[in-house]
C-alpha cells in the first residue's frame, strides 16, 4: 500500500463507528417505488475523514431479485468537493455503468442517475463505487461488522470471503482493499423488475404487512441499552432496537412493543421468556431464527429474515402475525432449509389467526423451503399442538405445513394433541398449496389428533393424506 494509504490506516484507526440514530416515524413503504440500502435519513457516524487523497469507494451489494439499477448514491462532506464520478461492477471487476454527478449540494447524499438502467440477475454480487479527487470523504469503521438489508437489497458483513467497504487509491478503478470493516456511505437506487410475490387478497382479513407490525403514527426512538437482557418484566416501547451480536433474553416476561428489532430475538436461559406485539422483527440475512426459544409469544407483529421466521422448543403462541419473507444464503456450502413456523420437537404450541408463508424459491445448492408449518420429530415428539383460522399461503416448497406426523424421524412416529381445524389453505400455481400437496400427512388415529373444517381458499375441503 502506498505512503497515501497507510496515512489514512492511521486515520481511519481513529474514526470511532458511532451509529447515526434517527427519530423514525413509522410509515408503509410501496413495494413498487426504488430502493437503497440507506434512507435520505440515515448519517455517517463521521461525516469528513480528514484524508485529502484521490480514491475510489465501494459498497459490495445483491439484490434478492431481479431488477435495474438506476443510479449511484454516496454521502458527501462539505470538504469533498470537486468532480464525482459513480460506477457499478460484476463482482469480477467488470465496469457495467458509468455516470458523473452533476447539481450537487453542498453536502449530505447526492444522486445521480444512469444514461441507461442496468439489469441485474438475484443474488449475484455487484459492486457499486464512486471515486473522490479530494477525500474528505465519510467512514464508519465497523459500519460493516453486520450485513445491512434493506427491502430486497443486501449489503454482507465484511468477511475474508465476502469484504465489504472497498476502496482503491489513485485515478480510480475497481476497488479492492478493506480496512476495518469501514461503511464508506456508498449506496444505489435499485428498482425491481420481478418482486417477492406480494400476499393476494385473503378471506377474512387475515395478517398482513398493512395490518401487522407497529401501528401507524408511532414514533420510534433508538434503544440504547444493552441487548442481553437480565431484567425480569422488561418492557420495550417504541425502539428500534439495532444489535451487532442479536438480542438475548436471559429474563422472565420481556415484551418489545410497538418496535422494530433489526436482528434475531431469543430466549436464552431457563426461566426466559419474550413478548413480541405490534412490532416487526427484521432478522436480516442469518441462519438464525427471526425468533426462537421457549417460552415466546408474538403478537400481530411482522416477522422477516432468518432462515425460519419463529423457531419454537415449547411453550409458544404466535397469533395475529405475518410470518414470511426469510432468507436463503445462496453462497452457503449447503442448502438452507427454510420455515415460516419451525419446531424440531416439543409441546405447548399454538398458531392461531396467522399468515404463514415460507417463501424462497428453491436455489442451485439446493435450499428453499420446508413448509410454511413444520413440526417435525427430530429431538423430541409433537404434543399439544392447536393450529387454528391460519391463512397458508401457497409455498413454493414442498408442502404448506407438516403436522408432526414423519415416521422417519426419532420421534415423528407418534404424535398426540396436534388439532387443526378452520384453516384456509391457497391452491397457488401448483393447485396443491405445495409443490406436491397441502401436507405432508397427518395422523389420524393419535390420541388427540384432530383434523377439522380446514378448506381451500376457493372452497371445498383439504385431505392431508
Known sequence: MNHRAQTVRKVLAAVVAVAAFVVVTATPASAADPVSLWSDTDTPGTIDVDDPSAVELGTRFRAAVDGTVTGVRFYKSAANTGTHTGSLWTEDGDRLAQLTFSNETASGWQTATFATPVPITANRFYIVSYHTTTGHYSADNNGFAQARDNGPLHAPADTPEKSNGLFRYGSGGFPTSTFAATNYWVDVTFTPTTTTPEEPPVPGGFPNEANTGVPAGVTLTPFTEPCKFHTDNQVIDGKIVDCTDGIQVYAANVTFRNSIIKQAVET??????????????????????????????????????????????????????????????????????????????????????????????????????STNLSLFGDFEPITDVTVENNYFHATPGGYCGSFGYNPGKNFGDNPTGVVVRDNVFERGPSGRCGGVGPATSFLTTGPGNLWSGNTWSDGGPVDPA
Open 268 to 369: 436464552n436461559a431457563g426461566g426466559a421468556s419474550i413478548t413480541i406485539v405490534d412490532s416487526e422483527v427484521r432478522a436480516g440475512a442469518t441462519s438464525r431464527a427471526a425468533v426462537s426459544g421457549t417460552d415466546v409469544t408474538v403478537l400481530r407483529s411482522e416477522i422477516t429474515g432468518g432462515q425460519h421466521s419463529v423457531r419454537c422448543d415449547n411453550d409458544c403462541l404466535v397469533q395475529d402475525s405475518y410470518l414470511h419473507d426469510q432468507f436463503n444464503d445462496p453462497d452457503s456450502s449447503f442448502g438452507y432449509h427454510n420455515n415460516g413456523f419451525l419446531s424440531n420437537g416439543g409441546t405447548g404450541m399454538v398458531l392461531r389467526h396467522n399468515t404463514l408463508w415460507c417463501s424462497p424459491p428453491d436455489n442451485e445448492i439446493g435450499g428453499g423451503c
